[in-house]
């Protein structure tokens, strides 16, 4: 089975640059997950599709960030225009459902850098 | 608000056993998850705890006490492998994920 996939896995851009990220979830999985997550730190949800419908979108910083899941499978992220803050890891994830058991599996990451 | 408290880093030598330990303060319980991250990459599962007790698999074994908000992840024979970070996550009364900040654990030969 394959895993999540996400591309590019690396991105440096110039702050008030825009990026965008892709991800291709686990086949079958209905809930698709957007993470930051900043060195040292744990991973911090940024946005969750359930089909393609937005379940929690409430830490995705709505003036620069967006992210789409048009026909229910996969997914892009967009920043625009990005700032320095902004450098971090971008992962996705995704399970079956969004249930207790569910197990979330990640991608291989994008790394972004912002200068 | 809510909270996961792991410790920062923990050194251990090769062939020993190690715990790390989890508390944490949530608005409600649906089950608490812990990953391993090695550096530069994606986290991945290695168990699941819903009900008190100790969860065993293999050189792995998870344990939960959910009256006293607090799980520990044990690790025995360590490899250098096993050098990583090890993250601890909390599902709310919302089945969303709440993320500890992890625990580099170094291991010596």
């Known amino acids: 089975e394959a895993g999540v996939a996400q591309s590019p896995r690396y991105k440096i851009i110039e702050k008030r640059q825009s990026v965008a990220f892709w991800c291709n979830p686990i086949s079958g999985h209905a809930t698709l997950y957007w993470y930051q997550q900043i060195l040292g730190q744990g991973p911090k949800l940024l946005i969750q599709f359930q089909n393609n419908g937005v379940v929690d979108d409430s830490q995705l910083p709505k003036d620069r960030f967006s992210a789409e899941r048009l026909k229910g499978v996969d997914s892009t992220l967009k920043i625009q225009p990005a700032k320095l803050e902004d450098s971090a890891v971008y992962l996705c994830a995704s399970s079956l459902g969004q249930g207790d058991v569910e197990t979330q599996y990640f991608g291989p990451g994008t790394r972004l850098l912002v200068l | 608000g809510q909270n996961i408290d792991q410790p920062t880093e923990m050194t251990a030598t090769e062939g020993a056993i190690v715990q790390i330990n989890c508390t944490y303060q949530t608005s409600g319980f649906n089950g608490l998850f812990w990953y391993q991250q090695h550096a530069g990459e994606a986290p991945t599962f290695l168990s699941y705890?819903?009900l008190d007790g100790l969860e065993e698999k293999g050189r792995f074994s998870s344990f939960l006490s959910r009256s006293k908000g607090y799980s520990y992840l044990l690790l025995k024979e360590l490899q250098m492998k096993d050098s990583a970070s090890y993250l601890c996550?909390?599902?709310?009364?919302?089945?969303?994920?709440?993320w500890g900040a992890g625990t580099k654990l170094i291991i010596k030969p």
């Open positions: 996550a909390v599902k709310d009364s919302n089945y969303q994920l709440i």
């Open positions: 705890n819903v």
